[in-house]
């Protein structure tokens, strides 16, 4: 099976890989936003800038410090997530009882702070950070060399998604976050400490956008536009998947990723668009989304 | 959306509305006005006027619909940027006269906004914000890859042409003139709509939607009317500074640029009727006399955005206004 539909099978398979890794980064943070959406009634427009934080975070761990990667994992998303709780406390807890708009404009707002201040201080040309020795190299699969870190990006975010979808599904704090999203006073009445849980649920998803940072600081280059443009096709996943469940974003993240990375093999043209384009087709047929409630 | 919140300064009480529309004191912020445009160019560098004038006349078609019926659209750049590369084309190309240039490109701008607006309106609030900025993209993307937009060098040196075939705008004053022309009038055509009956239903669909259908009125209908005018006027206002610098690029179809009017019209005022130009005025000024601190600039903008949200969510225009009793 050299050929299929016509194409080479490496191809077929690189692309798809690709694709799949691209759908690992939308599923992470349309997550995010989901979540965050969820409690805040906020679109995070941060989010993009968050996630250049959390690679950045980690070239900083290791180009000053010298922390390599299996600690920046763990504490970039954790100082990214600190930044988060800062601005919620200091910011975004004004907005709450005004118009959605001052939300998205607030951190839209922000995510210009952040990106101009990082261009400032490391320019546009992406600076490279090295696979860590342990995930470098390649597998032989038979029918394409899959290389050993593109794999674990992909397990490790999808464990991530379902570790998360776990924690808000079925543990306690899950159910409490999931009650306050249906009615936050009521929940509070219950002794619950709502204000809390909305800034340590706000901290939480930057600490997601802030891990797929530091997931794609090896594969892409760490410069300070890398969110920015990814959160504008995001945007678009979550309105294809509608923001009401979380499997729902997880699986439209992944399954955006793949039909993108085909678009690249069968006609590349359209590659750039094509999420666009299904996102009006979905709107057209399913206005609240594949996902979403009405 | 409901905008009950950012509409504190339309609350103020009613006053007294002559034949025109105006209220006193807007008619004397229009004189003022006009003032201003035909005293500018004595002192003031025209083609810095005419740039000021392009943005301020988007940030107005912008404020038609977030600040009249509550539409907040993140994808203004595609109508802006369309209208503009369509006008410069034809000039360039096809050698149309300018104002047919600008047509062109306002109509094109219009039938774009009839498309998008079509599939947005199926959403509201923050989701019609997101379907929006979506839709600009793809559009940025086509105007990367289309041939006839030059991808990344754009369409360069556009003829400014001759004005109904006669009147030379090679010079910048004659230019300035037609730009005055072409602002003032879509400035008065946005105030006549807003005013209208049509005007009203529209501010009626701000306050309260549910309420509007209720009443009996196609609602859907309203805003897509309304956001078709909204994208015609950006076209026309990208068409105009693309005939002005005689170049089209991608940095007006950018989604940086739907910010920047956001932010314009944020910072003179949603929902007044002066607040787009002023807050126009500002930023461009800004933009003009920080261009060498580069990064800076973006920083500044961000900033600014943030005091506008947390302190001044009136604007500029809205807080003089609320300063003196009166709506601007």
Partial sequence: MDEIFGIPAPLLFGQLLLGLINGAFYAMLSLGLAVIFGLLNIINFTHGAQFMMGAFASWMLLNYLGIGYWWALILSPLLVGATGVLLERTMICRLYKLDHLYGMLLTFGLSLIIEGVFRNE????????????????????????????????????????????????????????????????????????????????????????????????????????????????????????????????????????????????????????????????????????????? | MAGHSMT??????????????????????????????????????????????????????????????????????????????????????????????????????????????????????????????????????????????????????????????????????SMYWFVAAVFLGCFLLIHRIVHSPFGQVLKAIRENEPRTTSLGYRTDDYKLVAFILSATIAGIAGGTKSLVFGIATLTDVHWSMSGEVLLMTLVGGLGTVFGPMVGAAVIVTMQNYLAEMGAWVTVIQGVIFIACVLAFRRGIVGEIGNLLRVRL
């Fill in chain 1, 122 to 294: 490391y320019g546009s040309s992406g600076m490279p950070y090295r696979i860590p020795a342990e995930l470098s190299g390649a597998w032989d699969l038979g029918f394409m060399f899959m290389p050993v870190y593109r794999g674990w990006v992909v397990v490790f975010a999808l464990l991530s998604c379902i570790a998360t979808w776990l924690v808000i599904e079925k543990t306690r704090l899950g159910a409490y976050l999931r009650a306050a999203t249906e009615n936050a006073p009521l929940v509070q009445a219950f002794g619950v400490n709502v204000p809390r849980m909305i800034t340590l649920t706000y901290g939480a998803g930057v600490a997601l956008a802030a891990l797929a940072g530091v997931l794609a600081a090896p594969i892409y280059s760490v410069n300070p536009q890398m969110g920015s443009n990814l959160i504008i096709v995001v945007f678009a996943v979550v309105v294809i998947g509608g923001m009401g469940s979380i499997l729902g974003s997880v699986i439209t993240g992944f399954g955006l990723g793949i039909i993108e990375g085909l678009t690249k093999v069968f006609y590349p043209e359209a590659s750039a668009t094509v999420i666009f384009i299904i996102m009006v087709i979905v709107l057209l047929a399913r206005p609240a989304g594949l996902f979403g409630r009405a």
């Fill in chain 2, 8 to 173: 504190s300064s339309a609350a103020t009480s009613r006053e007294e509305q002559g034949s025109s529309g105006f209220t006193k004191a807007q008619f004397v912020a229009l004189c003022v006005l006009i003032a201003v445009l035909v005293v500018g160019p004595f002192f003031l560098y025209p083609v810095f006027l005419m740039k000021l004038l392009c943005f301020a006349l988007f940030a107005c078609a912008f404020n038609l619909l977030i600040g009249y019926v509550g539409l907040t659209s993140f994808g203004h750049a595609a109508y802006f940027g369309m209208g503009g590369y369509i006008a410069a084309h034809c000039a360039k190309v096809y050698g149309l006269t300018p104002e047919l240039s600008i047509i062109a490109g306002a109509a094109v701008a219009g039938f774009q906004g009839w498309i998008f607006g079509w599939v947005a309106i199926r959403r509201q609030g923050i989701y019609f914000a997101m379907i929006t900025l979506a839709l600009a993209q793809m559009i940025y993307f086509l105007c990367v890859q289309l041939p006839f937009t030059g991808g990344e060098d754009g369409i360069q040196a556009v003829p400014r042409g001759k004005l109904f075939g006669v009147i030379d705008l090679g010079p910048d004053m």
